[in-house]
């Protein structure tokens, strides 16, 4: 079996144009996926930012977007670049839980899709906590994970992340050969 260990962040264009990739590399070969959430702007607020907020100016926001554009036409993914950077940290909380109860892809996707695509703001615990309950979580589940595991788990990420030297997202471990970036399926394909 080949082991693909990703790092990524819900609010990282990269990771998202790359999980086409990710997703396809599962379904057509003997795949056990660790999905490591890497919070990349931890200092975003709730309520999220905008570019600006952040510090980017107009020209660079400009070639960013055209950059994420013009890989989604190539990729064939479908993207919205979101007026507003949404804080990612509950969300990358609430997959660690939907990863223990075997719902993560479900969970993942809707994430993604609800950013990305429908460009709502993945910090809204009603929203997170309702797509759990759908997947067959129940709420008192999800506040004792937040009360007595995540913390933790969270803080286990971050040593995988500094034992492997990751420094940004996506971030691919391929049966132990590394790939930083975006990444193509053929790419990732070569590593197994």
Same mark, same amino acid.
Request: hydrophobic share 40%; with cysteine.
């Given at each position: 079996?080949?082991?693909?260990?990703?790092? @990524?962040? $819900?609010?990282?264009?990269?990771?998202?144009?790359?999980?086409?990739?990710?997703?396809?590399?599962?379904?057509?070969?003997?795949?056990?996926?660790?999905?490591?959430? $890497?919070?990349?702007?931890?200092?975003?607020?709730?309520?999220?930012?905008?570019?600006?907020?952040?510090?980017?100016?107009?020209?660079?926001?400009?070639?960013?977007?055209?950059?994420?554009?013009?890989?989604?036409?190539?990729?064939?993914?479908?993207?919205?670049?979101?007026?507003?950077? @949404?804080?990612?940290?509950?969300?990358?909380?609430?997959?660690?839980?939907?990863?223990?109860?075997?719902?993560f892809k479900?969970?993942?996707?809707?994430? $993604?899709?609800?950013?990305?695509?429908?460009?709502?703001?993945? %910090?809204?615990?009603?929203?997170?906590y309702s $797509?759990?309950?759908?997947?067959?979580?129940?709420?008192?589940?999800?506040?004792?994970?937040?009360?007595?595991?995540?913390?933790?788990?969270?803080?286990?990420?971050?040593?995988?992340?500094?034992?492997?030297?990751?420094?940004?997202?996506?971030?691919?471990?391929? %049966?132990?050969?590394?790939?930083?970036?975006?990444?193509?399926?053929?790419?990732?394909?070569?590593?197994?």
């Amino acid at each position: 079996m080949n082991k693909v260990i990703v790092f @990524s962040d $819900y609010s990282c264009p990269f990771c998202y144009l790359s999980k086409k990739a990710l997703d396809m590399l599962v379904e057509k070969h003997d795949i056990k996926l660790e999905w490591i959430g $890497y919070e990349i702007h931890p200092k975003i607020p709730e309520g999220g930012m905008t570019f600006p907020e952040m510090g980017f100016d107009e020209d660079y926001i400009d070639v960013i977007a055209g950059e994420i554009k013009k890989y989604a036409l190539q990729l064939d993914v479908e993207i919205n670049i979101p007026e507003r950077f @949404s804080n990612s940290h509950l969300a990358l909380l609430l997959t660690e839980l939907a990863s223990d109860r075997s719902v993560f892809k479900e969970f993942n996707d809707r994430v $993604y899709q609800d950013y990305w695509v429908r460009e709502i703001d993945i %910090n809204d615990s009603t929203r997170l906590y309702s $797509y759990l309950e759908e997947l067959g979580i129940s709420r008192s589940e999800i506040d004792v994970f937040l009360k007595t595991t995540a913390r933790e788990r969270f803080k286990g990420n971050l040593k995988l992340v500094e034992s492997y030297g990751v420094s940004a997202v996506p971030n691919f471990i391929v %049966n132990g050969k590394q790939f930083r970036g975006l990444q193509t399926y053929e790419d990732l394909k070569k590593a197994l």
